[in-house]
């Protein structure tokens, strides 16, 4: 006399589902109707629904957040639905308390709901009842619901299924493992350089794309929980898919998703402060929006963000640094590249493997060195400039050493240096003049003063702002004030600002590369080159998408 008979959660996965022998329409339209209608509009009132020919009964189980949904023929009365749906869910719930108890999609999709006996049974003695209408006989004990309800919750419930727990689990870790992504370090062997940098790598398990997909399904109650594409429900998604609601985006509605997001940006690294600034543009960029599916207020959100941070990370600029020296060279002038940045974040190691990848490609280099500060700041230069020379020795390059130093000692003006330098590398048709300096704290007023000039004096064609991966909220406070900084000490209209970032370190923290963000967007310039290790190999090129899909991951 059913039509058909569901239960899902409100989190949008269908638990179980019954359709009444010779009924062929699928009962997802005026299911989807039922939820569009009425339950995500809050108007439960009187708990029933018609759509076209079909009577629609539900009831919302708020403790173990399930609802309960009957169909059947308008044209029939059937007196005893209302009393059905309750012994069905009070049957439901008794018989999985364990499984509903444990709380989130993956316990659900990991517990299997063999309910159709029961059910079977619970209708045909529903049905029985309302035939015996009139002079009811009292049901014996035995016969009724109640002896059976408490017989089976005593024996379920002990234990549980242990069996079942023990998968659970297994999925569970087996859902971490897939979710885990890993950097992946570069060998310490030197290999050529020539070209373009290769971009930052990572390895990503093979389930990856089934968990993007995967949280496609997660709805609005559940925003926070995965759930595996192949769950043990298999087909019942195609189903669920249709189990969706339209409705315009709300600040409300996305508040949760939003909060959540944010944590996990900052969580990945990102500053606090930009964290909010993207969440809240986020925000504006969805609100009003409509939208499609009931099952998409966490994965719109997550979209719209994953965008935003893509956008972030592209480039504006094109960087060309290769291009950029010949056109330098044709010019008969040296390319200066100046690397600033607080102390011990890597610019001299990170000059070092920059100088080995521009020799790789037939370029000459003179490294200034202009950190007249820190002892050994000459000598650590000294020994690389040794060392690549060793790898392209000057008999391979016309008897001229390929890479050299230029440096006056201790003590001195930097940005004196730095002339003399560039004027040198000049007169001996060096390609490029890399300038070390020496490390500044952004509050050491004199010192960035100094930088200032250096850069205002030699007008370098790259300023490179060196910081490492590792900073959090550290690194907008670097790059505001170094910019601050080149702008109020520059003596001229147009102030030579941060063109572009090095990223060191970026071996160093897993999957918090959310520095990379917030450098990028406070200073609006791009990461031209990624620091991952202590050899000349490990420079590598920003690969956006995969920094982002490092930064989403759970
Ligand atoms: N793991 C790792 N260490 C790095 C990287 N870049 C630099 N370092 C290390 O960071 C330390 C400081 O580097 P240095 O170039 O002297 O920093 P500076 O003070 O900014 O010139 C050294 O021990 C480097 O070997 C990198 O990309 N990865
Ligand atoms: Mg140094």
Redesign the pocket.
């Given at each position: 006399m059913l039509d058909f008979f569901t239960i899902f959660s409100k989190g949008g996965i269908v638990l179980w589902c019954f359709q009444g022998t010779g009924v062929t329409e699928s009962f997802t339209g005026p299911v989807n109707a039922l939820i569009r209608s009425v339950i995500l509009q809050e108007r439960s009132g009187n708990n029933s629904y018609s759509h076209d020919a079909l009577s629609l009964k539900y009831k919302l189980d708020n403790e173990f957040e399930l609802v309960f949904v009957v169909g059947f023929q308008k044209i029939l009365t059937l007196t005893y639905v209302d009393k059905f749906i309750d012994d069905v869910q009070l049957h439901f719930r008794d018989r999985y308390k364990n499984e509903l108890e444990q709380k989130g999609a993956l316990a659900l999709l990991n517990s299997h709901f063999a309910f159709e006996d029961d059910f079977k049974m619970l209708l045909r003695e529903a049905e029985e009842s309302s035939k015996a209408r009139g002079p009811t006989s009292m049901r014996s004990f035995n016969a009724s619901l109640k002896s059976q309800k408490t017989v089976k919750s005593m024996i379920e419930t002990k234990g549980g299924d242990k069996g079942k727990e023990q998968g659970g689990k297994k999925n569970k870790n087996e859902l971490h493992i897939l979710i885990k992504s890993c950097l992946v370090v570069q060998g310490m062997q030197l290999s050529s350089m020539k070209g373009d940098l290769l971009a930052v790598d990572y390895e990503s398990s093979e389930g990856e794309e089934e968990e993007e997909d995967a949280v496609e399904r997660v709805v609005v109650a559940d925003t926070s929980k995965k759930i595996p594409k192949k769950g043990a429900f298999g087909g019942m998604f195609g189903m669920l898919k249709g189990l969706v609601g339209s409705k315009s985006l709300s600040q409300e509605d996305m508040e949760p998703v939003l909060d959540k997001m944010r944590d996990h940006l900052i969580a990945k690294n990102v500053a606090a402060e930009i964290a909010s600034q993207l969440c809240d543009s986020v925000a504006k960029k969805l609100e009003g929006k409509v939208m499609g599916t009931f099952t998409t207020v966490a994965s719109t959100v997550k979209g719209a963000l994953q965008d935003s941070l893509v956008q972030i990370l592209q480039p504006k600029r094109r960087v060309d640094i290769l291009r950029d020296v010949l056109e330098a060279r044709s010019q008969r002038r040296p390319f200066v590249i100046t690397f600033c940045?607080v102390?011990?974040?890597?610019?001299?190691?990170?000059l070092a493997k920059i100088s080995f990848w521009l020799i790789e490609n037939g370029f000459t280099v003179l490294i200034a060195a202009c950190?007249t500060f820190?002892a050994g700041?000459v000598e650590?230069l000294r020994t690389h400039q040794r060392r690549l020379n060793s790898l392209h020795p000057p008999q391979d390059h016309g008897g001229r050493p390929i890479v050299q130093l230029y440096e006056k000692g201790y003590g001195k003006d930097a940005a004196g240096i730095a002339m003399e330098a560039i004027a040198y590398a000049r007169n001996q048709a060096f390609d490029v003049v890399l300038v070390?300096t020496a490390?500044r704290m952004q509050d050491n007023t004199p010192l960035m003063t100094a930088l200032a000039k250096l850069i205002a004096v030699n007008m370098p064609d790259l300023v490179l702002f060196?910081g490492e991966a590792l900073v959090g909220n550290e690194a907008v406070d670097q790059l505001v004030k170094f910019n601050q900084a080149l702008a109020d000490h520059s003596m001229s209209d147009k102030p030579r600002l941060i063109d572009g970032i090095v990223l060191?370190?970026?071996?160093?923290i897993d999957d918090k590369v959310g520095a990379a963000i917030s450098m990028t967007y406070i200073t609006g310039q791009p990461i031209v080159f990624v620091?991952?290790?202590?050899t000349y190999n490990?420079l590598r090129s920003l690969n956006a998408r995969a920094v982002v899909g490092a930064l989403m991951k759970a």
């Open positions: 940045g102390n011990g974040v890597g610019k001299s190691t990170n950190d820190r700041a650590q070390d490390g060196v060191t370190k970026f071996d160093t620091g991952t290790g202590q490990d």
